[in-house]
T-cell receptor
């Protein structure tokens, strides 16, 4: 399978714990995006990378959130001191180029439940 | 700033009937527009996209959408609904590389 993969698919944690999600983009895709989707809403942009450089972060990304793409391949999204409001589906996407309108390919998502 | 508004959070159509999902966009300049579909417990899949090459855009699974600048609309249609079309559909807009999604329309297909 050469699509975008995300692990884990589901994560249940207790409030206050730290969690980390991983995204493996399509091979050779330069751009990698993170989105958050809550129930009844469309995905909301969180941040994106061009290779290993993090180019933009949304205001939704509080100080408790950090994302990395150390070698320009896979990416991790860490949430520290989780809160119930962090419960959501976290989606990763990748695209081949920086061109506007270029298709973003989405992974299946990681569903986070904070108890 | 650009945005999209999807009219109707739920739409029900009978199998074999016309599917019409409405989307209006707001942008200061002609944007790129997309329709994505999301099946339960899956990621988003691109149905089609408008990039100014043609106002009528054909996508996968028999879907198409027409860009109407005068109406700032990009409605999604399919002539004949199948049970397999039941899913959530998202209209989206971008002027750069950050995609702005609508809230989605859940399509129900009635037997």
């Amino acid at each position: 399978d050469t699509g975008v993969s995300q692990n884990p698919r589901h994560k249940i944690t207790k409030r206050g714990q730290n969690v980390t999600f991983r995204c493996d983009p399509i091979s050779e895709h330069n751009r990698l995006y993170w989105y958050r989707q809550t129930l009844g809403q469309g995905p909301e942009f969180l941040t994106y990378f061009q290779n290993e450089a993090q180019l933009e972060k949304s205001r939704l990304l509080s100080d408790r959130f950090s994302a990395e793409r150390p070698k320009g391949s896979f990416s991790t999204l860490e949430i520290q001191r989780t809160e119930q409001g962090d419960s959501a589906m976290y989606l990763c996407a990748s695209s081949a180029s920086w061109l506007a309108g270029d298709e973003q390919f989405f992974g299946p998502g990681t569903r986070l439940t904070v108890l | 700033a650009q945005s999209v508004t999807q009219l109707g959070s739920h739409v029900s159509v009978s199998e074999g009937a016309l599917v019409l999902l409405r989307c209006n966009y707001s942008s200061s300049v002609p944007p790129y527009l997309f329709w994505y579909v999301q099946y339960p417990n899956q990621g988003l899949q691109l149905l089609l996209k408008y990039t100014s090459a043609a106002t009528l855009v054909k996508g996968i699974n028999g879907f198409e959408a027409e860009f109407k600048k005068s109406e700032t609309s990009f409605h999604l249609t399919k002539p004949s609904a199948h049970m397999s079309d039941a899913a959530e559909y998202f209209c989206a807009v971008t002027l750069s590389d950050k995609i702005i999604f609508g809230k989605g329309t859940r399509l129900h297909i009635l037997p």
